[in-house]
């Protein structure tokens, strides 16, 4: 754990679940949660191979830049594999 990431900046259409204000950003992998389904492709009743969800942490101040206050406070988020590029 500790491995920086980026979340992927895309906007593929359908049922997303990738929040909009994190796309883009740099984070830090906190915690592997195991694997699940894909809901991204288990919306549409497709049945897919299960993928890993992580806990990723972000300082606010990558997130929101200057606007944030205090900038040491961070922001932890669920996201699915398919969204990171590792870096």
Known sequence: FGSPVRLKHMSPPGHVRC????????GVIDRDLGLTGDPEALAY??????IRLYRVRFAMADVWG???EPESDTLDAEIFENWLRYT
Request: hydrophobic share 30%; glycine share 12%; aromatic share 12%.
């Open 19 to 26: 929040p909009w204000y994190l796309r883009g950003k740099a």
């Open 45 to 50: 009743g497709a049945n897919t191979d299960p």
């Open 66 to 68: 200057d606007q944030a």
